[in-house]
């Protein structure tokens, strides 16, 4: 079940892979951060939950908030963007051409995950409100890469 809401998730950076997830498991419960009860089903199942040690880590973790992360992050398209100057014009626009497909594919997909029934049980606000900042995010890259394209369009520099 953990594994399915990573997949669902519409942050790509998360792995659902059984070597990602189910050792991340074993090391909060070693680490007293997680309960695990078993159910007596099938595969092993165990019912997940937070211990009091795991609620503190989690609220400590999220104060720690530090100026970069509301700075621009990286991002492979904006980087590569910087050298668009060394390549001819066609392959500029190629690059913008590819970069926008991608980003369009992307806001499908996520606007898809956010309306999708098979999500979850029942998705929260709050998730919502988390997939909606991905949309955004995606959007405004879109934006971007239309206003790069207008400027090789026009012969100008991006």
Do not use: C
Not at 54 to 72: E, F, H, I
Not at 103 to 125: F, H, K, W
């Amino acid at each position: 079940d953990v594994r399915r809401v990573f997949a669902l998730s519409t942050t790509p950076l998360w792995s659902s892979s059984q070597g990602s997830v189910y050792p991340a498991i074993k090391r909060l419960i070693s680490v007293g951060w997680v309960n695990a009860t078993s159910r007596g089903a099938p595969r092993g199942k165990q019912d997940l939950s937070i211990t009091d040690e795991g609620n503190a880590a989690l609220q400590a973790w999220l104060g720690n908030l530090s100026a970069w992360m509301g700075a621009v992050t990286a991002d492979p398209i904006r980087t590569r963007a910087y050298f668009l100057p060394l390549v001819p014009t066609a392959e500029r626009r190629r690059f913008v051409r590819d970069a926008l497909r991608y980003t369009e594919e992307a806001i499908a997909r996520t606007e898809r995950a956010l309306s999708a029934p098979s999500r979850g049980d029942n998705p929260d606000e709050h998730e919502r409100l988390v997939d909606l900042g991905a949309i955004y995010a995606l959007r405004a890259k879109k934006q971007w890469l239309e206003r790069v394209a207008e400027a090789l369009s026009m012969g100008r520099e991006p």
